[in-house]
Each structure stands twice: as structure tokens, then as C-alpha cells.
């Protein structure tokens, strides 16, 4: 079997990666082990940002629009904020992944599911990709495979940055806002995203500590019904271009594979989509040095993510601090950079350094 580009993993980065190269002509086979539609564990929560990435058709697939925001500190204040526009839309995983699979397949990409990657050698000028059934030959190899992906450890790449994050899904709950907690652990939040009739209830933390206890707790402050089916897994981030992992050569890695997820929000669909369509570009454009022109393209985004890292530090450090920022406008400002109106970058220089110095004066 002989493709100029494979692709493994089917989450959001892969169908990315794999419909952009179609579309530039490429011959393209995506592989993924589970049968799809399959489960992710994920709140599902789409910045609108992202919208101006996704192909026509994605409105269908929201479940819910999201106009405004809670945010709470220890289970105790309170800061609520409307949005003017919408700021995020809920999806559920199962659908909206297979969702961006069917408008790769679209575009004359070949699918195998229930197939495993195990390994990939380069022969010749080529790749020869092995899975469980079969091999095949190809030019380009791009590594989708989330978290724990296969192709960067097959690159040499060991050290990730990761969320712990557990999860349940609450029955009833409805509404159009989300709800933020910080104070409940060291670094990270709990929160409550409504999904269709019900909610996705889950807490992230990247520091060491009891995180089913505290969840445990909060979910208790969230809602008299025992939370049932808690399911854990891990989120990377990355705070500097020393936590991304790009690839090396013709093997590009994007989303989750790549490490690219915010380090302040957890959040990671936009990232993957972002970087499965900059890796396409990249191959086309630069056949020969694919991974070169792939980190160039995606510099300034790296960049954006280190100024969300110096938030995030901030913030997680001084968590009352960081609640008192968004009553006092805070949330507002978020709200744009969900929308796409604001950067990290920009975010910082408005609004951290200034409060932080203030609070040292005082
Ligand atoms: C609890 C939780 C909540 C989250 N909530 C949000 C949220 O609300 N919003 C947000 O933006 N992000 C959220 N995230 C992060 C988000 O889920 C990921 O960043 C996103 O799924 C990354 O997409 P991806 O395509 O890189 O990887 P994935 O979606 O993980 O897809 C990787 C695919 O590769 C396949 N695969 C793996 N190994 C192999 C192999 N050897 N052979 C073949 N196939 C393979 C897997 O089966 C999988 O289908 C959350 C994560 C967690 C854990």
C-alpha cells in the first residue's frame, strides 16, 4: 500500500491534518484503533474562535450556545457576566469528531479504523508505517494520536507537561452559561459545562495532590446527586516552545501529540484543528522541510501560549487575586479572547503585570 501521507489518530487534529492534505491533492489514509464514533472523555467546550476553523455544516452539531459565565472562588464568591455575543458552543465528542472524519472522507481521504500504528522506519527516502494489519509506504507521516502518542515517542520526544482532569456527566442541569471554580485546587479549576439537557462536571489540576477527593467535594457543592461514572484522563500543555513537540523532518505531530494545549484552560480542540490544518499547509508548501516551515507557521501561536503560561502561573498562584480580576473586568476581557478579538499576549500586558505590581505595593 503506497499514500503520499499518513495519518494516525481520528480525533480533531488527524480529520484536520488529513482533510487539508486532500484537499491539496494529496493521497491520503487516516488510521484510528477504536471504531468510530468513539467515546472522548472531553467537556466539549469550542471556543467561538474556533468556529472560523470547522467546515460548513459544524452549527448542527452544537448542543449548546454559551452567552455568559460564572465564576466562583472556594465554593464561596460569586462573580456572574452576560456575554454581549456568543462566547463558546458545546459539542459532544462522539459526534462532532466523526463529524470533521465524514468532511475528510469528503474530500477523497482513505479511512482505516480498528487498526493500531505500532511503528514507522524510514526506508529509502520513505516511511514504512507498520500497524497491526498491515504496512504501508509513504512520504509524509503526521502523528495525531493524542496524549500519549506513539509517533513522539517513535521521535525521541519523552517529557510532557500534563493536567490530571476527571469527569462526570450530570443529567439535568440546561442553561446557557459555564461555571469556572478556582480556590478548590492548586493549579487548575473546576467546572460545570452544560451539555444538551445535562452537564459535563470535571477538574483539572497540574499539581500533585488528591484530585478524586477534591473533586469529590466540589461535585458535592455542585450537586446533591452522587456523582456517578467518574472517568479520568490526562490533558498536556504547554507553557514554551521546550513543551511542544512539532516533529522532525516529514513526521509532523499536531494537537494533543504535539503537546499543544493551553496551559491556563485545558483548552485543546482549537489548538488540534489549528495545527492539523497548519501541518497540511506546511507539507504542500515545503515537501522537502515540512517541519521547518510547520514551527514557523505556528510561531506565533507557541508564542500566545507562553503569555498563557505566565497567566496561568500567575493566576493559579493567586487564586483570590485572580477572582478579584475577573469581577473587576476580567471575565470580560476573556470573553474576547474566546471570541478571537484578544491574544494572551495582549491580555497579560492589559491587565496582569499592572495588578500584580499593585499588589506587591500594597
Ligand atoms: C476531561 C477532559 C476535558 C476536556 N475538555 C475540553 C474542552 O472542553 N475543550 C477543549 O478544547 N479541550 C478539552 N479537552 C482537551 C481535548 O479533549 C484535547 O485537547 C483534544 O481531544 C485533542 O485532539 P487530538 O486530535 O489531538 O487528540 P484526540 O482527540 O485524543 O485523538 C487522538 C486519536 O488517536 C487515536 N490513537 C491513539 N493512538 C493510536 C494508535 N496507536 N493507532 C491508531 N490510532 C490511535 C485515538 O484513539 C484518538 O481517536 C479536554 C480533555 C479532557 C481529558
Not at 63 to 72: A, M, S
Not at 79 to 108: C, N, S, W, Y
Not at 169 to 189: M, N, P
Amino acid at each position: 500500500m503506497r499514500y503520499d501521507a499518513v495519518v494516525i489518530g481520528a480525533g480533531p487534529g488527524g480529520s484536520s491534518a488529513a482533510r487539508s492534505l486532500a484537499q491539496k491533492g494529496l493521497k491520503v489514509l487516516l488510521i484510528e484503533r477504536k471504531t468510530l464514533p468513539r467515546f472522548k472523555l472531553c467537556a466539549g467546550c469550542l471556543s467561538a474562535r474556533t468556529s472560523t476553523l470547522l467546515p460548513e455544516g459544524w452549527r448542527k452539531k452544537v448542543l449548546n450556545t454559551i452567552r455568559g459565565g460564572i465564576l466562583g472562588f472556594k465554593g464561596g464568591l460569586e462573580t456572574h457576566l452576560r456575554a454581549k455575543d456568543d462566547i463558546a458552543f458545546i459539542v459532544d465528542r462522539r459526534d462532532f469528531d466523526l463529524f470533521l472524519v465524514e468532511k475528510a472522507l469528503e474530500e477523497g481521504v482513505d479511512l482505516l479504523q480498528e487498526e493500531e500504528f505500532l511503528t514507522f522506519q524510514e526506508e529509502r527516502g520513505s516511511y514504512r508505517v507498520v500497524t497491526n494489519r498491515r504496512t504501508i509506504i509513504c512520504d509524509f507521516l503526521v502523528g495525531a494520536d493524542g496524549v500519549h502518542s506513539k509517533v513522539a515517542r517513535l521521535l525521541g520526544y519523552r517529557k510532557r507537561k500534563l493536567f490530571r482532569s476527571v469527569e462526570f456527566f450530570l443529567e439535568s442541569y440546561g442553561g446557557d452559561e459555564v461555571r469556572i471554580d478556582i480556590g478548590f485546587v492548586k493549579r487548575g479549576y473546576g467546572w460545570v459545562f452544560p451539555k444538551g439537557e445535562g452537564a459535563s462536571v470535571g477538574m483539572a489540576t497540574a499539581e500533585k495532590e488528591d484530585l478524586m477527593k477534591t473533586f469529590l467535594e466540589y461535585s458535592s457543592y455542585i450537586t446533591e446527586r452522587v456523582p456517578q461514572k467518574v472517568l479520568g484522563w490526562h490533558i498536556p500543555y504547554a507553557e514554551g516552545w521546550d513543551d511542544v513537540s512539532l516533529g522532525k523532518e516529514r513526521v509532523l505531530l499536531v494537537g494533543d501529540a504535539a503537546g499543544l494545549v493551553d496551559p491556563l484552560l485545558g483548552e485543546g480542540i482549537y489548538y488540534a484543528i489549528k495545527s492539523g490544518q497548519l501541518a497540511g499547509r506546511a507539507v504542500v508548501e515545503s515537501p522537502s522541510h515540512p517541519s521547518t516551515l510547520y514551527r514557523e507557521l505556528l510561531r506565533s501561536t507557541v508564542d500566545d501560549l507562553i503569555y498563557a503560561g505566565k497567566i496561568a502561573r500567575l493566576a493559579y498562584r493567586f487564586q483570590k487575586t485572580a477572582f478579584r480580576m475577573g469581577s473587576l473586568g476580567g471575565l470580560d476581557l476573556f470573553y474576547m479572547l474566546l471570541r478571537g478579538e484578544e491574544s494572551y499576549r495582549s491580555l497579560y500586558r492589559k491587565g496582569w503585570k499592572k495588578f500584580i505590581k499593585s499588589l506587591f505595593v500594597a
